[in-house]
């Protein structure tokens, strides 16, 4: 499985950040370290449309309402991501609320949740 690590400006600014498609390992996605930093919604749109991704690795992170509502639909509508964490994400009780009600409930295709300090 291949690992991606993207943190800091990174997350903010739209990019192509994956590997090309031309390779078909799997992929496991870790972000983390955004600080105060908004999450580029084009990146959470390319990740989640990459058929490739089966893990996704969120790490000491701030979400914020927009951050979880893109996420929690996503999630909803995810049909080859295995496995999950959170581990030290900042949010509000209403966003974590929203993405598991929203997101995870409706999800079929995750086998794995690792939720740490949040």
């Not at 893990?55 to 995810?78: I, M």
Request: charged letters at 20%; proline letters at 3%; a negative charge.
């Amino acid at each position: 499985m291949l690992e991606v690590r993207l943190s800091g400006e990174t997350l903010s600014v739209p990019s192509d950040v994956l590997p090309t498609s031309d390779s078909n390992q799997e992929i496991h996605v870790i972000l983390s370290s955004n600080d105060i930093l908004k999450i580029a919604p084009s990146l959470w749109t390319t990740i989640f449309t990459d058929t490739r991704l089966r893990c996704l690795s969120l790490v000491d992170l701030q979400l914020y309402g927009n951050d979880s509502q893109t996420l929690a639909k996503y999630l909803r509508e995810q049909t080859y991501l295995v496995e999950l964490t959170f581990d030290s994400v900042l949010q509000s009780v209403y966003s974590f609320d929203h993405i598991l009600n929203e997101g995870l409930q409706h999800n079929k295709s995750l086998k794995s949740l690792t939720l740490t300090n949040l």
